[in-house]
């Protein structure tokens, strides 16, 4: 068990379609990722947040956006939805500072997009 | 672009059969090199972190090594229960996203 929390762990949706996944970072972490993963891309890099404020992003969709709470858990907005937004969504915690570069994945959440 | 590359993409091997798993790297200022472990359906398991050339980490049957443009991940005399898929990621630059490879998908059979 890594510590972070992810919810839910399945989610069925249509197309066109809004949800939300939430996820708790390990007990102490700033930081927290998004991945996606899916069986052609891989393992991607979403967004990252740290202490609540955006510092990071990669490939991530203008469908898609996240948000960092003040207690630190953090939200992916995933909206307007397409079959191809079917993957695994994982989201990674971590700590601050020198020798805290390990990041640590919560059990993810899998979405099927019908 | 910053890359990594994970070889071989699957690989079989017989209970107590030893081998290793290659990951090589393109990338503009090396901050750091993470193994993980992922079963299927699960989130990646955190495995080992490598900064420098040279540098070795074990974890009970598993190795992993560093050179300035690969890493190697050496399992001892495997069991069944290692098998899984094995990923490779970096850090580089100013950057803490990691930069995965497409992993190596391990089975050991009895």
């Known amino acids: 068990d890594s510590g972070v929390t992810q919810t839910p762990k399945h989610l069925i949706t249509a197309t066109g379609q809004r949800v939300t996944l939430r996820c708790s970072p390990r007990s102490g972490d700033l930081s927290v990722y998004w991945y996606q993963q899916s069986l052609d891309q891989g393992l991607q890099f979403l967004i990252q947040?740290?202490?609540?404020?955006?510092?990071a992003k990669g490939n991530i969709l203008e469908r898609f956006s996240a948000q960092q709470f003040p207690d630190l858990h953090s939200e992916l907005n995933l909206s307007s939805l397409e079959l191809g937004d079917s993957a695994l969504y994982f989201c990674?915690?971590?700590?601050?500072?020198?020798?805290?570069?390990?990041?640590?994945f919560g059990p993810g959440t899998r979405l099927t997009v019908l | 672009e910053d890359q990594v590359t994970q070889s071989p993409e699957a690989l079989r091997l017989q209970e107590g059969e030893s081998s290793s798993l290659n990951c090589s790297y393109t990338v503009s200022g090396l901050r750091g090199l993470f193994w993980y472990r992922q079963d299927p359906g699960k989130g990646p398991e955190f495995l080992f972190t490598l900064y420098s050339a040279g540098e070795e980490k074990e974890k009970e049957r598993l190795k992993a090594t560093l050179t300035k443009k690969e890493s190697f991940l050496h399992i001892t005399a495997p069991k069944p229960e290692d098998s899984a898929t094995y990923l490779c990621a970096v850090q580089a630059g100013g950057y803490n996203k990691l930069i995965f490879g497409a992993g190596t998908r391990l089975a050991v059979h009895p």
């Open positions: 947040y740290y202490n609540g404020e955006e510092r």
């Open positions: 990674a915690s971590s700590g601050s500072g020198a020798g805290n570069s390990e990041q640590f």
